[in-house]
């Protein structure tokens, strides 16, 4: 199975901005269904953006416009970069893969967390003043 490990979170003010990595290993990313998920304390993992292996992102209607996914194939790399942050953006930041959602051709639009299988340990996101 792919590895993920993400990194790039920290502390920022309000309207402040932050790029997140999530560095693949063992596989090529490239084949995969993945997604940034994000985790604030006492809430549920919820899915801000998903991707296919062609490249088409879906975003969740509390990051659209603010935060913009690509994917980097030479570098075998998921980046997240996150514009305009505010307070409610706090949370734990994950990446995800999986590649059943490509297998079974339901890897477009937001996906649940329960669809992924491969999940990185998260990087944690900060914004106050």
């Known amino acids: 199975q792919v590895r993920l490990m993400e990194s790039g979170g920290g502390s920022v003010q309000p309207g402040g901005s932050l790029r997140l990595s999530c560095q693949a290993s063992e596989y090529n990313i490239d084949v995969y269904c993945v997604g940034w998920f994000r985790q604030a304390p006492g809430k549920e993992r919820e899915g801000i953006v998903g991707m296919t292996p062609s490249g088409r992102t879906t975003y969740a209607d509390s990051v659209r416009g603010r935060f913009t996914m690509s994917r980097h194939d030479t570098n075998n790399t998921l980046l997240l970069e996150m514009n305009s942050l505010q307070p409610e953006d706090t949370a734990m930041y994950y990446c995800?893969?999986?590649?059943?959602?490509?297998?079974?051709?339901?890897?477009?639009?937001?996906?649940?967390?329960?669809?992924?299988?491969?999940w990185g340990r998260g990087t944690q996101v900060t914004v106050s003043s």
């Open positions: 995800a893969a999986d590649i059943r959602l490509v297998v079974s051709g339901q890897c477009s639009g937001l996906k649940s967390p329960d669809d992924f299988r491969n």
